[in-house]
């Protein structure tokens, strides 16, 4: 596609509840980026992957949080048993490779309440 | 660790009084510094890419300039339309882009 696409736009959700995010990265690009960003805060990495291999997740803040990536396309981050503070804006990048260092383009992002 | 520090945090211009925004990092093996524009309620919008010291790049208002510590946004006589979240990231050997808190910039008319 012409950009990153993210769905939903805004999740609101029950604590306790899981939920799926989806990020559409740009076509032919091998690297995809997943971040977090708070009110008031500068973006957390959570994970990125180069293919279909997540070669570092050591962002993700607990065992409630995995990715996916099929098809060297789109990537799934799957939040279990959701808290209030997970609530943030959930971005997502991808760029043609994380290794030639080329610079990273975001979607929207998922706006994610947890009430 | 990979440490990325933007200054000021905030920032109030008259139309047309040119600053400048500071993104000091500490990344072993710088691979590329990054600057974004961010609007409220949208993602990052890219800018610029800088590989190496002494390298700088322009667009419209805006110049980017890179030194082994830290790298420059200047803007010169800023509108309005200029007034955004300034993000910027380094990544260096781990590949993964660490970024800043942001300069918020406010441009008055």
């Known amino acids: 596609g012409a950009g990153v696409s993210q769905s939903p736009s805004n999740k609101v959700t029950e604590k306790g509840k899981d939920v799926e995010l989806r990020c559409d990265p740009i076509s032919g690009h091998t690297a995809l980026y997943w971040y977090r960003q708070s009110l008031g805060q500068g973006l957390e990495f959570l994970i990125y992957?180069?293919?279909?291999?997540?070669?570092?997740k050591s962002g993700l803040p607990s065992d409630r949080f995995s990715a996916e990536r099929t098809g060297g396309s789109v990537s799934t981050l799957t939040i279990q048993r959701t808290q209030q503070e997970d609530s943030a804006v959930y971005l997502c990048?991808?760029?043609?490779?994380?290794?030639?260092?080329?610079?990273?383009?975001f979607g929207q992002g998922t706006r994610l309440t947890v009430v | 660790e990979d440490q990325v520090t933007q200054s000021p945090e905030a920032l109030r211009l008259q139309e047309g009084e040119s600053s400048s925004l500071n993104c000091s990092y500490t990344v072993s093996g710088l691979r590329g510094l990054f600057w974004y524009r961010q609007d409220p309620g949208k993602g990052p919008e890219f800018l610029f890419t800088l590989y190496s010291a002494g390298e700088e790049k322009e667009k419209e208002r805006l110049k980017a300039t890179l030194t082994k510590k830290e790298s420059f946004l200047h803007i010169t006589a800023p509108k309005p339309e200029d007034s955004a979240t300034y993000l910027c990231a380094a990544a260096g050997g781990s590949y993964i882009p660490t970024f800043g808190r942001g300069t918020s910039l406010i441009v008055h008319p």
């Open positions: 990048a991808s760029s043609l490779s994380a290794t030639e260092n080329t610079e990273a383009f």
């Open positions: 992957f180069q293919g279909n291999s997540a070669p570092d």
